[in-house]
């Protein structure tokens, strides 16, 4: 898919913050509108019909239309609490594909006006654990062990007498919630924000964001929301009179057609992401003609340059492979004077016993299965190991089913075929299927031809792994 220039800035732009830990989804209400909950005009409409109004002509202040209903009733929220709960308490809607790569991607925090569950429902489903702050007393604590926090600004249904809905509990929001606000402007103010699904109607965020640009002037950094293009040209026009009055805050629109595109950008920004960390799959019990120093040098050596390029290794720390590879990240870390690990390597040895009833053949192909998606290129180098019966070498069945898992989950696959054993049968696939394996990429077929060429040296065959993964990257 072929994405205007916006959009691409953003792609870039918002991969950087994920990459730096920075990055921010803030869920308005039409992300969770598009999974089956009421819109706030359908929400509202039995009451606006209780009073005797027009829903149309009630919509361009929606929180005074709850206001009323609430004056109405004498002052009680009774009646409109049980209108949240019948339709925000709904529990058998299923996250979107959005909320799923979202869950994915390594965001560490979110905001949400929104009262369902559906964010932290996602993360759940992805393994994750959300910490999850609905009211001023949750921010003085945190979850043992999150991956994630889950900033409900407005409440959350479990809470619905507390929920932020009427007029009057906008106006007294930065009193009541203080904390929230704060921590908002906190996180605004430092880290990049894609919002989804939200209008920036809300008065309190009007007013927060605001806040941020009069004390910084001009000194604010690029933050995203979409926003799908009306097919009426007089709606259209005050779209555009609307998103260039919200670019004096920073606030960049990612114009689309229709709200599918959403889901394709994500699947976007998922992919590029996952390609910044490479996978080192392989095994040696021998070296062959490639030769043990050589072999050690080499690992070392592309791990360090991988890493001095800004990607991030993956490895299972495969026997006769893992130690050379985890040296050269840390060499290039000792270069950088970087000592946090996190942001350069990630280290997944295999189960060593057999657990839960399972072989420990089996627990490593459903470690595999967990681990390799992690990636989105994977190299592949030897492959063969030592058969315990016979003592023999023989081809290492392991790698070949981490390829295969890897061409499953959508990893861009290099095998470097002069290493020997498995690599050199994978690559010779590659190599008879290029066209299958990278199409329309004519220009990679003669750097992967050198991955087969003996004569190539070490420093080459280095030259040319980076080479094909700064184009991959750069697709």
Known sequence: MTFDRDIESF???????????NAVVFAGAGMSAAQGFFDWKKLLKPI??????????????LTA?????VDDHGGVRGELDQILVEEYGKTNLAVSESHRILARLPIQIYWTTN????????????????DIKKAQSDLTVNLPKRDAIIYKMHGDIETVSETVLTKHEYEDYNKKRELFSNAF???????TFLFIGFSFTDPNLDYLISRIRTTLGQNIKPDYYFIKRDTNTRIQRRQELRANSLKKYGLNPLWINDYPEITSILKEVESRFLRTTILISGSAEEY?????????????DISKSLSHNSYKILTGFGWGVGSAVINGVLDNMETERNQNMDNYLIMRPFPQFETKGKKLKELWTDYRKKFIPLAGIGIFVFGNKRNKV?????????MIEEFEIALSNGLMVIPVGITGYVAKDLWQKVIDNFDTFYPNNPTLISEFNKLGDSSVTNEDLIKTIIIIINHLNSK
């Open 48 to 61: 606006a019909d209780k009073l005797g109004l027009d829903i149309d002509e009630e919509q361009h202040d």
């Open 390 to 398: 016979t003592g023999g070498i023989e081809a290492a069945g392991g």
């Open 65 to 69: 239309l709850a206001q009323f209903f």
């Open 288 to 300: 062959g003609s490639f030769g043990e120093n050589r072999a050690i040098e080499f690992l070392h």
């Open 11 to 21: 792609i870039k732009n918002y991969i950087k913050a994920l990459k730096e830990k």
């Open 115 to 130: 009262y369902d569950k559906l964010i932290e429902k996602a993360l759940i489903e992805q393994g994750k654990t959300p």
């Open 185 to 191: 402007k906190s996180d605004y103010v430092s880290r």
